[in-house]
């Protein structure tokens, strides 16, 4: 009997207090309308301390969320966004769940911010904290997912593929590629603009930075032609035995190709391939295809399942007229080679580069094996 009492008792105030919020949203929605915007925007921030001193974390964040529609409806920029900065607040505070509803309601924000002003920086910034747990992560996969697609509307490629590399919406990062591709490159960089990513992909969480990568677009500058001799790719030979190697390795594990290819979104990466190379007008159907660095992309994700050293070496050897066309590949290249093929980490050799080190591994492996024979089979001289 007094549980129910206190049941009922709890529902009247949660209404009552709904009631309350209700009436003073109503009354800051009039004085917004009035233009009394400073006056206006001083009540939410009042009631905003209020409300969280009291514990109402949903009563706060749901105010302010409603206050920051309201203020961006009537082109008030720094008021709205001082607002979406407390609906943050209320969140870090309360230590809320992560929900599709409260990212939704940040993407949403986020979409109705001025693209160049300072407050999104910073927004987008903590939201993404936020969303990862504050632990350092890099955000939560649908929040970067929402924030690609409103870059991508703004035709803001490069951010936006920077957080569709984070998200796990491969057609989507795909799609939006495509765009980029024919609005802003050239046709001889079809094939660098969906290279980059799944390499990227790749490495996803490691120590190269990813956001250096996009931030160094080079859209609009004509990439090194490949040396000549290069641009149909390696010798038939090498690609014949490579596909028997590919035929092999599809009737072995058939369902593993498609599997993610980087640290926490490996499938991100063959979907991100395979829809670029489909819908992008200047690719023809592959493969194999026309573009040499198409061939390597889609030999590696393939290699990466079978985690030959040897064929990963050879493959890197064989296509270095494509990589060098950006000083970036090798370097992501040496750390793939590090966390699927079993490769030491880069040391200084006198080889030098990606290949100096994959040499290095396995000559290093060979000599040992050499010198264990040796040590078998040697006996001492005998002098007369």
């Known amino acids: 009997m007094a549980a129910a009492m206190a049941e009922q008792e709890g529902a009247r105030n949660g209404a009552r207090n709904r009631g309350g919020v209700q009436r003073v949203e109503g009354k800051l929605r009039a004085s917004v309308e009035k233009g009394d915007y400073y006056e206006a925007h001083q009540m939410y921030r009042t009631l905003f301390f209020r409300y969280m001193s009291q514990g109402k974390h949903t009563e706060a964040r749901e105010l ?66 936020w969303s990862g747990g504050g632990s350092g992560k890099l955000g939560h996969p649908r929040l970067h997912q929402l924030l690609a697609l409103t870059l991508w509307k703004e035709q803001n490629y490069c951010e936006s593929r920077y957080h569709f590399l984070h998200s796990a919406d491969g057609e989507g990062c795909a799609n939006m590629l495509v765009e980029y591709s024919t609005s802003r490159g050239f046709c001889s960089e079809v094939d660098m603009f969906v290279a980059q990513a799944v390499l990227q992909k790749h490495c996803l969480g490691d120590s190269i930075s990813v956001k250096s990568s996009w931030e160094r677009c080079s859209v609009g500058q004509e990439p090194e032609p490949a040396p000549a001799g290069a641009a149909r790719g390696p010798a038939s030979h090498l690609l014949l035995a490579l596909s028997l190697w590919v035929s092999r390795l599809r009737q072995q594990v058939p369902n593993r190709v498609n599997r993610f290819l980087c640290l926490k979104n490996k499938s991100s990466a063959s979907v991100v391939f395979t829809t670029y190379t489909q819908k992008h007008p200047s690719i023809e159907n592959g493969p194999p295809f026309v573009q040499p660095l198409l061939n390597f992309i889609w030999f590696l994700l393939l290699a990466v399942d079978g985690g030959k050293l040897t064929v990963f070496t050879v493959l890197c050897e064989q296509y270095q007229p494509s990589l060098r066309r950006d000083p970036m590949y090798n370097e992501y290249l040496d750390r793939i080679g590090q966390l699927f093929f079993g490769v030491p980490p880069k040391q200084t050799s006198s080889y030098g580069g990606l290949l100096g080190n994959l040499l290095s591994s396995l000559m290093g492996s060979s000599e040992q094996e050499e010198g264990e024979e040796s040590q078998e089979d040697s006996s001492p001289i005998e002098l007369d």
Request: aromatic content about 8%.
């Open 64 to 129: 302010m969320y409603s206050g920051a529609l309201l203020f961006f409806s009537h082109g008030q920029q720094n008021s709205a966004a001082d607002l979406s900065m407390l609906v943050l607040e209320s969140l870090e505070k309360a230590e809320v769940d992560v929900t599709d509803e409260l990212l939704g309601n940040l993407a949403k924000l986020f979409s109705l911010m001025d693209p160049n002003s300072p407050e999104r920086v910073a927004f987008v910034s903590r939201a993404l904290k």
